[in-house]
């Protein structure tokens, strides 16, 4: 056992995930809706992920601000925030062009009996309150992402502060030791979640193309296809701006695939922020910049939901043949981009920001009702580029700042 334990960890992370997506598939489509069995694995994997995110975004957030000083974390926030608010208003524009070149939904029809009901949008004003949590408990129970980056922030920077005085030198110091060894001890369990992942990506891989099968796929193929070409063109982009910036896209792209390939599988940015911390270590990037730069990612930078709620809005109105505007299109990504900031950290967020832009720009909620059919197909390719996105911002920015201490 002890040997099969060991040749299993020998092998190299992306093998192993690669080898659980084929079985997974082969799984699923042998075993069909009796591949639910698998499952508790699967959740498993969401469980362990979820329980290693409270304590990595803490500690690593906390270290890296105590490795750094207050003006470099403004720079950087600014130029994160700035970098997400643009890269999202260009993935609707990308959406919004590739689907307008294949027209999705041109020729189908409502059938009438579709129905949806729109869940409530909590807003940007809402969202922005919530940085604030008025109870640390609170936001860590509920795993309030930007409560626990405020928490982070507000403690990183109060134990710097004490590690400056004379009186209190001492106990910062003390402090500061013991949030890095906490913070060891939290990757050293993160390494051994690394070796479930594998198992966990076949079973919700096996789950997913089990009960999905193909009919799903057909019956609103040509919408699936749009959507993945325009991802496509999103990821050259990409590599484009990392060419350009400097950043080895190849290198980039072999630590980010494990992030990218769990995303696609689980559909959680917030899920896979743990693989995308550990990509962001590997890839040598400033820990005072990842320790917020990817939290705030996993909550408001959402270029995949952007492309998806681009092609939707071009999809439902060829659907009742009345094509988008350019007033339309201008609405849409101006909605869009403020839907994907106001839904942070909403369960089921891609359809709140469909629908949310469908009722600002007049188009029928039925086609939301259609749009769910590929729910899981869709949300597959758009958290991995979420995540794709988070990186290269991460990365960029963190290659700039290199240059500003050089």
């Known amino acids: 056992m002890k040997k099969f334990l060991k040749a299993y960890s020998d ?3 992306i093998k192993k995930i690669t ?4 079985l997974g598939i082969i799984v699923g489509l042998v075993f069909g809706d009796g591949a639910e069995v698998l499952q508790p694995l699967g959740d498993l994997l969401l469980r362990l992920l979820q329980f290693i995110i409270l304590p990595l975004i803490l500690f ?3 270290v890296g601000v105590n490795q750094t000083n207050i003006g470099s974390l403004g720079r950087m926030g600014g130029k994160v925030f700035l970098y997400y608010l643009a890269t999202s208003a260009l993935a609707i524009l990308v959406g919004v062009a590739i689907a307008s070149l294949f027209n999705p939904g041109t020729g189908a029809s409502l059938s009438g009996d ?8 909590p ?4 969202v922005l309150m919530s940085i604030v949590p008025d109870n640390i408990i609170t936001a860590f129970s509920e795993l309030n992402l930007l409560g626990i980056i405020f928490t982070a922030l507000a403690f990183g920077i109060a134990i710097s502060y004490l590690r400056s005085t004379i009186d209190y030198h001492k106990a910062g110091e003390k402090l500061f030791q013991g949030v890095d060894a906490l913070n060891e001890a939290t990757l050293t369990v993160m390494k051994g979640i690394l070796q479930y992942v594998p198992i966990g990506i076949f079973a919700i891989v096996a789950n997913v193309v089990g009960s999905q099968g193909m009919n799903t796929l057909t019956e609103l193929g040509k919408f699936i296809g749009v959507l993945y070409i325009a991802i496509l063109v999103q990821l050259a982009i990409y590599i484009v701006i990392l060419y350009f910036s400097k950043v080895e896209p190849l290198s980039f792209f072999k630590e980010a695939r494990t992030p990218m390939v769990t995303a696609f599988v689980t559909q959680s940015s917030s899920g896979t922020l743990p693989l995308t911390l550990n990509a962001a270590h590997n890839l040598g990037l400033k820990k005072s910049l990842y320790g917020f730069s990817l939290p705030l990612g996993a909550t408001i930078n959402m270029d995949g939901a952007a492309i998806r709620i681009a092609v939707s809005a071009v999809f439902a109105a060829n659907v009742i043949n009345e094509p988008l505007s350019f007033a339309a299109v201008l609405q849409v990504v101006i909605v869009g981009t403020l839907a994907s900031v106001g839904t942070a950290g909403v369960p089921g967020a891609g359809i709140i920001m469909i629908a949310t832009v469908f009722a600002q720009v007049g188009l029928p909620m039925e086609a939301v009702a259609l749009l769910t059919a590929v729910d899981v197909l869709v949300g597959m390719g758009a958290t991995a580029l ?15 700042e290199k240059r500003v201490s050089e």
Do not use: C, R
Request: cysteine-free.
């Open 19 to 22: 080898a659980a997506l084929g």
């Open 123 to 126: 807003g940007v004003i809402e």
């Open 11 to 13: 092998v190299s992370l």
């Open 60 to 62: 690593t957030l906390i």
């Open 386 to 400: 979420n995540v794709t996105g988070d990186l290269v911002g991460t990365s960029i920015i963190n290659k700039t």
């Open 114 to 121: 579709e129905s949806f009901d729109t869940p409530d949008n």
